[in-house]
């Protein structure tokens, strides 16, 4: 039997319009762990075959077998970062684990202010921050201690894997309904109609300009300068598997200035990185280690 008949004949992981066998799922398990850190488990199995049933439709392919050969070729490039863009979860919200943005002005932003209105620097990066709800939740945090804050040195970085998600915080449109969390006051104040929408807000000029959004894996080099008084980095190395998640929260260190905070998701925990870290409140961390040359405080 040829190869390409005995995996036409091996049975499907899951039934649809295209045959998806288990060896198809370890491939393209084994293609996202190489370039995103990211584990699936078996139970992925049917959300890997619906992700991906829509992007084999749209080439015209036959079934996963031509898809994964595809994605591995070196003419499937872009077809394999759509790929990942495909099977990243994005879920998020304004305001998500609302202690941390409490936190973030009580022990991080009022304690600067006065530093910042005479020269000081602020730079807070969102590592992972899908569609920009986190990093708009932290400028409006930010707005909310010091109004003026777009006119002094205070920046956002924001970065994602899923260049999906990156043009989706660019454009910093958002509907009603994603809008909930946000206090009415605070949308009235920093946020517009959209005016190529009317039905979405969009933020307006001094909270979009302190937000950069960038391309980012972390699996791979960080071109970021720091050092950051906080970095959040929530609901992401969940999906990563134990070393990874420790080599992700051991980089970080050393890009935070002395007691700079790390902010991670409610199921996450440091783990073996955690020497570098001394705990300050529900799953909030102060680093201990030495700064970057040139770092405050
Ligand atoms: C569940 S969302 C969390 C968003 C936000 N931090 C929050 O807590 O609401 C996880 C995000 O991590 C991103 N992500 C996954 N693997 C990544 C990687 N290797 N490098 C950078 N971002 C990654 C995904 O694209 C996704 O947007």
């Given amino acids: 039997m040829s190869s390409a008949l005995a995996k036409s004949a091996a049975p499907a992981l899951v039934e649809g319009e295209f045959h998806f066998t288990r060896e198809d799922f370890v491939r393209v398990a084994a293609m996202l762990y190489e370039d995103a850190g990211i584990t699936l488990s078996d139970s992925k199995a049917t959300l890997v075959y619906s992700r ?25 490039t ?46 807070i990066w969102s590592a992972g921050c899908s569609s920009g709800q986190e990093p708009f939740s932290i400028a409006l945090t930010i707005l909310s201690v010091i109004p003026e804050a777009a006119e002094l040195d205070v920046r956002v970085l924001a970065t994602d894997i899923d260049s999906n998600m990156i043009a989706h915080g660019r454009a ?46 972390l699996m791979s080099s960080w071109p970021v300068k720091g050092p950051f008084d906080a970095i959040f980095c929530r609901n992401v190395v969940i999906y990563f598997d134990e070393p990874t998640q420790e080599k992700v929260w051991t980089r970080f260190n050393p890009l935070l200035v002395p007691s700079g905070r790390l902010y991670i998701g409610h199921s996450e925990r440091l783990g073996g990185a955690s020497a570098g870290y001394v705990s300050d409140g529900m799953t909030v961390y102060r680093s201990q280690a030495a700064s970057l040359p040139g770092a405050r405080r």
Avoid at 52 to 76: H, M
Avoid at 172 to 179: F, I, M, S, V
Wanted: glycine share 6%.
């Fill in 52 to 76: 991906l049933a829509k992007r084999i439709r749209t080439l015209g392919l036959r079934d996963f077998d031509a898809y994964c050969r595809l994605v591995a070729s070196p003419g499937g």
């Fill in 78 to 123: 872009d077809e394999r970062g759509r790929m990942l863009n495909a099977l990243t979860t994005n879920l998020t919200r304004f305001f998500r684990e609302p202690h941390h943005f409490d936190h973030l002005r009580e022990k991080v932003l009022e304690p600067m202010v006065d530093r910042l209105r005479s020269g000081g620097r602020l730079r």
């Fill in 172 to 217: 910093a449109t958002y509907t009603d309904e994603l809008l909930e969390p946000v206090p009415q006051a605070q949308r009235a104040k920093w946020m517009e109609r959209d005016p190529a929408d009317r039905s979405q807000w969009r933020f307006g000029d001094a909270a979009r300009s302190l937000v950069a959004f960038k391309e980012l894996n």
